[in-house]
């Protein structure tokens, strides 16, 4: 019998897609549940399955007892030599049980107990798969958008995730059968049913995965990406740093006439992205995240932790607030800085303070 249940086991991975060891947990607690119903469900039932060895063990665990307080759990020692020779009281013995009282007790008291091993199977697999896919960049297809909020439901695998509209890039649209890529936030396991999956495309970690991916140089770790901040959709900054004195982290990601920057902003639907050296000197960073602008000078506040003024030439004053005041902002995000900015001539009319653009 145990030859065709594993001939059965195997067939069943293969139809299912689960491996035989996560099929094989599955239905230990499957049958362990079910077992235990006839013992008052204490936690006195095993149940070990070895698909190499071919082998399906089903046992108790009893107390040897001189005088029985707990007819589940004890056995008297004279009983108890029948499995285990010299036992005595407070030994423990293990007592297997037959197949087919195991598939007696399975059928009478769970007849579904193959259908939740296999759920639990597909459970274990799922998990580890979406586990495995935490914070990276998966390819997935569109199923059907939602008319009324603007969702869309996408294919994971065997299950359906939902990108919500707030996490779609703005002026974005997509239709059913789209391919797209989409960044895994965070995986939760819910009401221990299915893992659950938060899907962005306007995350900051979908921008560095993606130069991750184009770029070998951050790859290998020679290179590496330092903050990101991001506004989807409109613009992006990251700083990147390198500790080998002879490689340009600004240039690797940029690449050979812009060839690597340009395939991710494609792929960011045009999203533009300023690409900064990272520095441990905070005037220095402050003054690189306010490219494209220039940077007279940057003084860092006595009284005020983590704050600074900026000084920019007078003509350069719209360029480093940005849009607005997108341009600061990045910054501030990307620096973790309160950033004050004023132009040269000190006009009061001219600057701006970075509370004023949040």
Known sequence: MNAEFFEALKLLSKEKGIKIEALCEGIQKAIVTAVKRDYNNKDIVFCEIDP???ELKVYVRKNVVSEISDIDC?????????????AIPGDIIEIPLETKDVSRIA??????VLRQGIREAEHGQLKEEFQNKNQEIITVKVQKIDPVTGDAIIEIGKLEEVLPKSEQMPEETFKEGDIIKVYVVDVKELNKKYPRAT??????GLVKRLFETEVPEIYDGTVEIRAVSREAGSRTKMAVYSSDENVDPVGACIGPRGARVGKIVDL???EKIDIIKYSDDPAEFIASSLAPADVLSVDISEETERACTVTVP????SLAIGNKGQNARLAAKLTGWKIDIKPE???AEGSINF???Q
Request: aromatic share 2%.
């Open 345 to 347: 001539s000190g006009t």
């Open 74 to 86: 004890d056995i008297l020692e004279a009983d108890a030599q029948k499995y285990k020779s010299g």
């Open 52 to 54: 190499e060895k071919k």
């Open 107 to 112: 059928a009478d008291k769970g007849k579904h």
């Open 199 to 204: 899907l962005s495309r306007t995350h900051p």
């Open 268 to 270: 960011l639907g045009g």
């Open 314 to 317: 007078d003509s350069q004053l």
């Open 355 to 357: 509370d004023e653009i």
